[in-house]
């Protein structure tokens, strides 16, 4: 049973728009939500954070939702650009102690 | 300054072998963790280390599987009597511990058991 839930395995963008990626969790007590982004070939590099104290983090052009009553995650990418093109994961957990990642959304930005 | 450092970043092995992967965790960092990432999955958990503190071994999947990490610094992830359904791509991260912070991964090694 998937604690998290990336439903969408990919996403196309045009290059400008933005690009909105979605998770779901079923565990009330995760107070911590992060946003890794995956390259081919290297490890997840993380992009974003968010505690369950907050229902909003901004870092430039990413942004991160926290929605605790609908037990729901977004981030928002705008305006979006060709070198967003990745995976996408979320990840939750207790503290950083044993993140429960999702299973990736692949990110498509069309120049 | 450096990263997560793992090694070898490819192994090829046969059924039965025994393999070891090496974690060099950025320096000064007190956790460390071991995942892995089958085809189409998302990241599996397996260990974590704290400091002195006995690791948390519940997400190794069976006892062929072990995890040292020597003098707080490097981890090895030792995979014993190798199955094919043990192939996947092992990463390790590593972070400052405490208070929420967020995990820094390695680039992996990918394992294919032939």
């Known amino acids: 049973d998937q604690q998290v839930k990336q439903n969408s395995p990919s996403l196309s963008v045009q290059e400008g728009r933005i690009s909105i990626l979605n998770c779901d969790y079923t565990n009330s007590m995760f107070d911590y939500f992060l946003w890794y982004k995956k390259y081919p070939a290297e490890g997840p590099t993380f992009l974003i954070s968010i505690s369950s104290i907050k229902d909003k983090n901004e870092d430039g052009r990413f942004t991160v939702f926290l929605n605790k009553s609908a037990k729901h995650l977004s981030l928002h990418i705008v305006p979006s650009q060709p070198g967003d093109s990745a995976v996408y994961f979320c990840a939750t957990g207790a503290g950083s102690y044993q993140l429960t990642f999702g299973k990736g959304t692949k990110l498509s930005v069309i120049p | 300054g450096a990263g997560v450092s793992q090694s070898p970043s490819n192994k090829v092995t046969e059924k039965g072998k025994d393999v070891e992967l090496r974690c060099d965790p950025i320096s000064g960092h007190t956790a460390l963790y071991w995942y892995r990432q089958s085809l189409g999955q998302g990241l599996e958990f397996l260990i974590y280390?704290?400091?002195?503190?006995?690791?948390?071994k519940s997400g190794l999947p069976s006892d062929r599987f072990s995890a040292e990490r020597t003098g707080g610094s490097v981890s090895t992830l030792t995979i014993q009597r190798t199955q094919q359904e043990d192939s996947a791509v092992y990463l390790c991260?590593?972070?400052?511990?405490?208070?929420?912070?967020?995990?820094?991964f390695g680039n992996g090694t990918r394992l294919t058991v032939t």
């Open positions: 991260a590593s972070s400052l511990g405490g208070s929420p912070s967020p995990l820094h």
């Open positions: 280390f704290q400091g002195n503190s006995a690791p948390d």
